[in-house]
């Protein structure tokens, strides 16, 4: 090894010794006849002394050292005047004897410390230099942590890991495929794995009764903070099991998770349908931090001849406690955020219940104050808070409040990062109604299991049948998802039949999957965890891209090695492809 330690380890325990240590210079200072320079490595900092005195000519090598320089130092561990104990190594330094350049750096272009001046576009062309700061490389030390913690998990309740093929056909997991052209099957592509679900299941059929991979995915979606166009998941699935062992084996995952890599005893995940968590929160992935849950008021508010609710579906509102001091300006705030075109509101009205015990609401007009005090009940409300409630149609409506209540979130600081309420989502709706394209899209994947009580209605209903289907959702956001599977061919091809599938094209795109489900496939079922997302909400970050080592921007770019590019004509001519751009 060229190094007797790393630049993390040395202490006071080891004041004398002759040590060689190797490292990036961090920072180097001159100070009359002494230089300093921090020396840097994956594990730490250590301060080395260079004296003019005690090696003249190391010193003045030492003056010629840039920032980045890779070195190596030999030299004596010793008592450090000026002590910095903030750091481990910070009660010792390294007397330098020898040193040894061995590679030079250019001026780095953004400072390499914790704190830097680099921008974002500048840090992730330089990415590799990025990774060279702490606060990104512990993202990925934490992630390192929490992949082993899965696999040790899993692997302990004798789950098997296998790795499924990247170059599949499409598996329809509602997002668009990544393409990929085939030189040896001119004019035929295969496609990005969105995830390995027909393959986990047929592995099932092929007996494997326990199965996960910590495994990429793609997806060619439009982008945001938490999605990239390829991410990771913690894949799993099981055999001869019911949705309350999933229920319990999962949340033993993430439970193990945060006891063994954050040392917090989360609280026993509680359980809430997807109905309710429409009807209380507006979203099937409430930030359960806080409560401030919906509360209906559309029978007790119509026939005073107010419009708005007299021909809305829904009016919902939420109680913003101790609130009511809240001014014009921040009123009119709230109004202009839910206007805003991505909430799409058209008005917000409140009501205040002043400390002294009055009310007074923006629908003063049509309200007297004894069905403002009937509200006020409704809402539970005390002096002091302020209620504000929208008005709409159902589902617009609701989404609009869950925004809003979001945001009343955010102001108050009620979603601190290192508060972490879990909950499991069940019953999820089959299918769902989408304007687009006229039709039912399956609301998790094609291959989810309707409950049995609710298979009659898909002829009359389809869209109130409810699936054998849960999400796993941490503080808002959606960290894992799955469902008991069909295993029956007959239903499979049902199912199929519903989505607006002919008989043909299922056979074309699934025929492999119906044809295993007639040999012997067992009940199974099983979750995906947005392994990237679990990463950043265990970091306390805001982006998927914090917690990825190289990452892909807004556009799907990466910076750094300027991918997508275009490919030469020789590659295209062999794909047989013409471009048109
Ligand atoms: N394959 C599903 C997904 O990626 C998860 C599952 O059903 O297991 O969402």
């Given at each position: 090894?060229?190094?007797?330690?790393?630049?993390?380890?040395?202490?006071?325990?080891?004041?004398?010794?002759?040590?060689?240590?190797?490292?990036?210079?961090?920072?180097?200072?001159?100070?009359?006849?002494?230089?300093?320079?921090?020396?840097?490595?994956?594990?730490?900092?250590?301060?080395?002394?260079?004296?003019?005195e005690?090696?003249?000519?190391?010193?003045?090598?030492?003056?010629?050292?840039?920032?980045?320089?890779?070195?190596?130092?030999?030299?004596?561990?010793?008592?450090?005047?000026?002590?910095?104990?903030?750091?481990?190594?910070?009660?010792?330094?390294?007397?330098?004897t020898?040193?040894?350049?061995?590679?030079?750096?250019?001026?780095?272009?953004?400072?390499?410390?914790?704190?830097?001046?680099?921008?974002?576009?500048?840090?992730?062309?330089?990415?590799?230099?990025?990774?060279?700061?702490?606060?990104?490389?512990?993202?990925?030390?934490?992630?390192?942590?929490?992949?082993?913690?899965?696999?040790?998990?899993?692997?302990?309740?004798?789950?098997?890991?296998?790795?499924?093929?990247?170059?599949?056909?499409?598996t329809p997991?509602?997002?668009?495929d990544?393409?990929?052209?085939?030189?040896?099957?001119?004019?035929?592509?295969?496609?990005?794995?969105?995830?390995?679900?027909?393959?986990?299941?047929?592995?099932?059929?092929?007996?494997?009764?326990?199965?996960?991979?910590?495994?990429?995915?793609?997806?060619?979606?439009?982008?945001?903070?938490?999605?990239?166009?390829?991410?990771?998941?913690i894949?799993?699935?099981?055999?001869?099991?019911?949705?309350?062992?999933?229920?319990?084996?999962?949340?033993?995952?993430?439970?193990?998770?945060?006891?063994n890599?954050?040392?917090?005893?989360?609280?026993?995940?509680?359980?809430?349908?997807?109905?309710?968590?429409?009807?209380?929160?507006?979203s099937?992935?409430?930030?359960?931090?806080?409560?401030?849950?919906?509360?209906?008021?559309?029978?007790?508010?119509?026939?005073?001849?107010?419009?708005?609710?007299d021909n809305?579906?829904?009016?919902?509102?939420?109680?913003?406690?101790?609130?009511?001091?809240?001014?014009?300006?921040?009123?009119?705030?709230l109004?202009?955020?839910?206007?805003?075109?991505?909430?799409?509101?058209?008005?917000?009205?409140?009501?205040?219940?002043?400390?002294?015990g009055?009310?007074?609401?923006?629908?003063?007009?049509?309200?007297?104050?004894?069905?403002?005090?009937?509200?006020?009940?409704?809402?539970?409300?005390?002096?002091?808070?302020?209620?504000?409630?929208?008005?709409?149609?159902?589902?617009?409506?609701?989404?609009?409040?869950?925004?809003?209540?979001?945001?009343?979130?955010?102001?108050?600081?009620?979603?601190?990062?290192?508060?972490?309420?879990?909950?499991?989502?069940?019953?999820?709706?089959?299918?769902?109604?989408?304007?687009?394209?006229?039709?039912?899209?399956?609301?998790?994947?094609?291959?989810?299991?309707p409950?049995?009580?609710?298979?009659?209605?898909?002829?009359?209903?389809?869209?109130?049948?409810?699936?054998?289907?849960?999400?796993?959702?941490?503080?808002?956001?959606?960290?894992?998802?799955?469902s008991?599977?069909?295993?029956?061919?007959?239903?499979?091809?049902?199912?199929?039949?519903?989505?607006?599938?002919?008989?043909?094209?299922?056979?074309?795109?699934?025929?492999?999957?119906?044809?295993?489900?007639?040999?012997?496939?067992?009940?199974?079922?099983?979750?995906?965890?947005?392994?990237?997302?679990?990463?950043?909400?265990?970091?306390?970050?805001?982006?998927?891209?914090?917690?990825?080592?190289?990452?892909?921007?807004?556009?799907?770019?990466?910076?750094?090695?300027?991918?997508?590019?275009?490919?030469?004509?020789?590659?295209?001519?062999?794909?047989?492809?013409?471009?048109?751009?």
């Amino acid at each position: 090894m060229l190094r007797t330690n790393t630049c993390g380890e040395l202490t006071r325990n080891d004041l004398g010794k002759e040590v060689t240590l190797c490292g990036w210079v961090q920072k180097s200072r001159d100070l009359g006849g002494t230089t300093f320079i921090d020396v840097r490595d994956r594990y730490g900092i250590t301060q080395l002394v260079f004296n003019e005195e005690t090696a003249a000519e190391v010193r003045e090598q030492a003056r010629n050292l840039g920032r980045e320089f890779v070195i190596r130092v030999a030299g004596k561990v010793i008592e450090r005047s000026n002590k910095n104990l903030k750091i481990p190594t910070g009660e010792i330094e390294i007397a330098v004897t020898e040193l040894e350049i061995l590679n030079q750096s250019k001026v780095p272009p953004f400072l390499i410390e914790d704190e830097t001046d680099g921008g974002e576009e500048l840090r992730a062309k330089y990415r590799y230099l990025d990774l060279r700061r702490n606060p990104v490389r512990n993202n990925l030390v934490l992630r390192h942590k929490m992949a082993q913690e899965v696999r040790r998990y899993l692997d302990g309740l004798d789950f098997l890991e296998v790795e499924t093929p990247v170059l599949i056909k499409s598996t329809p997991e509602g997002a668009r495929d990544f393409v990929v052209p085939s030189r040896m099957n001119v004019g035929e592509f295969y496609a990005l794995p969105q995830s390995p679900q027909t393959f986990k299941q047929l592995l099932m059929v092929s007996g494997f009764d326990r199965y996960f991979q910590i495994v990429k995915c793609f997806r060619d979606e439009d982008l945001r903070a938490d999605r990239q166009p390829e991410f990771t998941q913690i894949d799993c699935e099981m055999s001869f099991i019911t949705q309350e062992d999933i229920l319990n084996v999962f949340e033993g995952l993430i439970r193990t998770l945060f006891k063994n890599v954050k040392g917090i005893d989360l609280i026993e995940v509680p359980r809430m349908t997807y109905a309710d968590a429409m009807r209380l929160y507006g979203s099937d992935k409430p930030d359960t931090r806080f409560g401030m849950q919906f509360v209906e008021l559309t029978d007790l508010v119509k026939g005073k001849n107010f419009p708005v609710f007299d021909n809305a579906e829904l009016v919902v509102g939420i109680n913003a406690k101790n609130c009511a001091a809240y001014t014009r300006k921040q009123l009119d705030e709230l109004t202009d955020f839910i206007k805003r075109p991505q909430i799409g509101a058209t008005g917000l009205i409140y009501l205040r219940y002043n400390t002294d015990g009055t009310l007074k609401s923006s629908v003063d007009k049509f309200y007297n104050e004894a069905d403002l005090k009937n509200w006020a009940a409704a809402f539970s409300a005390e002096p002091g808070d302020l209620m504000l409630l929208l008005a709409g149609k159902k589902d617009k409506v609701r989404k609009q409040l869950n925004e809003l209540r979001l945001e009343m979130g955010n102001r108050l600081g009620m979603r601190d990062k290192n508060t972490f309420s879990p909950l499991w989502v069940l019953d999820f709706p089959l299918l769902e109604w989408d304007e687009e394209t006229e039709r039912y899209h399956a609301m998790h994947h094609p291959f989810t299991s309707p409950k049995p009580e609710d298979i009659a209605l898909l002829e009359t209903d389809p869209g109130e049948v409810r699936a054998n289907a849960y999400d796993m959702v941490i503080n808002g956001t959606e960290i894992g998802g799955g469902s008991i599977r069909i295993h029956d061919r007959a239903l499979q091809a049902l199912m199929f039949k519903h989505l607006g599938f002919s008989k043909e094209e299922a056979q074309k795109q699934f025929g492999f999957l119906m044809d295993a489900f007639e040999f012997g496939a067992p009940p199974h079922g099983g979750i995906a965890f947005g392994f990237d997302r679990l990463c950043s909400i265990f970091a306390g970050l805001d982006s998927i891209r914090d917690v990825i080592a190289f990452p892909k921007n807004n556009s799907g770019r990466d910076v750094m090695i300027d991918s997508p590019s275009t490919i030469d004509e020789k590659q295209l001519n062999e794909l047989k492809i013409k471009t048109t751009v």
